[in-house]
């Protein structure tokens, strides 16, 4: 698909076989990645890296010592997950030199956003602005990965299902933070429309089901980068498990867990709750707290609070203000759920 506006995405090469002698074409080449992906892609590449830098942590003092000790180089080749790529993103921004990506997982849109996500003492910095040139998409090297962390790659998108409702409460409350644009509002909903079309190739994890998902990541990106905020993706679906993580002291599969704020806020919002649960099913996303072993009633406790930590974190105004979450709307709304602790 051509993808009309901004992306920052410079080229792409979509394809089964993408990278097959890529590295001949990178002049010296310094490689972002980790073991395992990079024991998938080493043998194929047809040329040797003048370096290879593995993710330790995306700590910056961290990443400032791999960046003081990478030597020249006229590429950094980024290979592998989220976090391979943020540091390929960083290396390639600081060191001014070309950037190629090529993510071996699509469960998160760090390929196609600029900006790499470091840490500074365990809080997230996002930071750089770069560009892949080319972008490389090779679906067999991407079903190397499991099927469900693909399919997380859609999670986030259907998110829009949910923010762009908060979006609209808060237009309607006077407490809108950005000038609100109902056309971005219907981008996001076709984004929604377009997983719902595809949902049997993604469940599947076709060449069509994984080019749809980065479709889909790439027009996100047309419509948040000129915007400059998230809001058309990001709502009450992400604050509630904001809250959750903090609570439980640990991270999950991004699109998952958001799988898990869709449920519940679209629920909350009275906002076509069946129907996206019913294509979350579709998918196989694997939305429920069994699947990541959420207890429940740690989920009680994170509904039960998440107004006041929205408030003090000074989220967006979402449905969170605007409608009171009981213990009996709780009570409801985890009996739908799967729990095994
Ligand atoms: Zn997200």
């Known amino acids: 698909m051509h993808i009309e506006g901004r992306t920052n995405v410079t080229s792409q090469r979509f394809g089964s076989g993408s990278i097959d002698g890529l590295g001949r074409e990178l002049g010296r080449f310094v490689v972002a990645t980790m073991e395992l992906p990079w024991n998938l892609v080493r043998e194929r590449l047809g040329a040797l890296p003048e370096a290879v830098v593995c993710v330790e942590s995306l700590e910056s003092d961290v990443v400032e010592r791999q960046l003081a000790a990478m030597p020249p180089c006229d590429t950094v080749l980024a290979v592998g997950g989220g976090q391979a790529v943020d540091l390929g993103k960083y290396l390639a921004w600081r060191r001014g030199c070309r950037l190629v990506t090529v993510p071996t997982v699509i469960s998160v849109d760090a390929f196609v956003t600029p900006k790499a996500a470091l840490r500074r003492n365990h809080i997230v910095e996002y930071v750089g602005d770069s560009s892949p040139d080319p ?26 299902h949910t923010a762009t409702f908060d979006w609209e409460l808060a237009q309607r409350a006077g407490r809108s933070t950005y000038p609100f644009s109902a056309a971005d509002v219907a981008a996001g909903r076709r984004l929604v429309q377009d997983m719902d079309d595809q949902a049997d190739e993604i469940r599947r994890v076709t060449d069509a089901g994984l080019q749809a998902i980065v479709d889909a990541y790439l027009r996100i990106n047309t419509i948040c980068l000129p915007a400059d905020h998230y809001r058309v993706e990001e709502g009450s679906e992400h604050f509630v498990f904001y809250e959750l993580e903090q609570r439980l002291g640990r991270g999950f599969i991004h699109g998952h867990i958001v799988g898990l704020g869709i449920y519940l806020m679209s629920r ?74």
């Open 135 to 160: 972008l490389v998409i090779d679906y067999d090297l991407l079903r190397t990965a499991p099927a469900e962390l693909n399919i997380a790659g859609a999670g986030d998108v259907l998110s829009c």
């Open 268 to 341: 909350l919002q009275e906002n076509d709750h069946e129907r996206i649960v019913d294509l979350m099913h579709r998918l196989d996303l694997r939305f429920q707290p069994a699947d990541m072993e959420i207890p429940r009633a740690a989920l009680a406790e994170s509904l039960l609070n998440v107004r006041a930590f929205t408030e003090r974190h000074h989220h967006w105004y979402s449905v969170i203000q605007e409608r009171e979450i009981t213990p009996a709307w709780i009570e409801d709304a985890l009996a739908g759920l799967r729990f095994t602790c």
